[in-house]
């Protein structure tokens, strides 16, 4: 599929971009289905920016890229937002963002206030990071890897929550972190605000320990629960199958009442049930 070719604003043309740009640029850009899906507001410095429906169509993926000192509020629908290289940044999200994705990377003093559902935030390699959800019903997860002061507010009042983290703050539990590869998610689990180290199943699926470690101790009872159901349906259906149980046969002689209180002999009743 040919890459699309982004309408700029804060730049003529893609011209203006060097080439390893234009190349970063476009691969960040591929998946998009057509050429007037994609914005770019690029290399823009001390800009206080509204962008409606008259700057970007609703379907559009809208591309913040190289910005400098600017507050940029969105208030038309997008496909997806990126965000990447921008320092002293501001960007308020109050619109719809369909696929409920958000992108960042590579910033310097960015905040982020959010007020419509994202679902998945994916930040990356960056220092001082601000990360807003009005309310909690538009937080799902965060990932992040790389990123020094990562400041995490989500809700008002007295049921908002609040995080402050980062890389050297993590590197204190995980003493092997790579600052390049290694990843983590923010997420409020049992009312609480957590970051977990991200961690790899053998078959690739990403989880956290504590997640892998609930999955295991859920399957352990679920085959306890099973073995006991099957001991018991045995246990049921041996008299009548003349299946033989693994147990020890009770110490009462043949001649005598049986233990299952048939008033029958033993030997009469349950005697073959037992190896």
């Known amino acids: 599929m040919e890459a699309p070719k982004p309408y700029v604003t804060g730049k003529s043309d893609m011209s203006e971009f060097t080439d390893e740009e234009q190349k970063r640029i476009t691969d960040q850009l591929i998946g998009t289905q057509h050429q007037q899906d994609v914005r770019v507001v690029a290399k823009e410095t001390g800009v206080t920016r509204t962008i409606g429906a008259s700057d970007a169509e609703q379907k559009s993926t809208l591309f913040f890229k190289g910005c400098t000192d600017g507050v940029y509020t969105v208030e038309v629908s997008t496909t997806k937002i990126l965000i990447e290289g921008c320092t002293n940044c501001t960007f308020n999200l109050n619109a719809q963002v369909k696929t409920e994705m958000l992108e960042i990377w590579r910033c310097t003093n960015a905040t982020v206030n959010v007020a419509t559902s994202i679902k998945t935030l994916q930040a990356d390699l960056s220092t001082g ?34 995080l402050k983290t980062g890389f050297t703050e993590m590197k204190t539990q995980y003493p092997d972190l790579s600052y390049e590869t290694d990843q983590f998610t923010v997420r409020i689990i049992e009312g609480k605000l957590l970051t977990e180290q991200v961690v790899r199943l053998p078959n690739g699926f990403p989880t956290t320990e504590r997640e ?41 002689g043949r001649n005598e009442p049986c233990p299952c209180k048939s008033n029958k002999k033993f030997k009469a009743c349950c005697w073959n049930k037992y190896t």
Do not use: C
């Not at 309310?135 to 992040?144: G, T």
């Not at 101790?217 to 693994?246: C, G, S, T």
């Open 129 to 162: 990071m601000n990360l807003v959800f009005k309310k909690q019903e538009d937080f799902h997860n965060i990932v992040w890897g790389g990123i020094e002061g990562l400041s995490v507010s989500i809700g008002e009042g007295d049921g908002a929550h609040a």
């Open 212 to 252: 892998a470690r609930e999955f295991d101790e859920r399957q352990k009872a679920n085959e306890e629960a099973r073995e006991k159901y099957m001991r018991d349906l045995i246990k049921f259906a041996a008299p009548k199958l003349q299946l033989k149980d693994d147990t020890k046969r009770p110490k009462v």
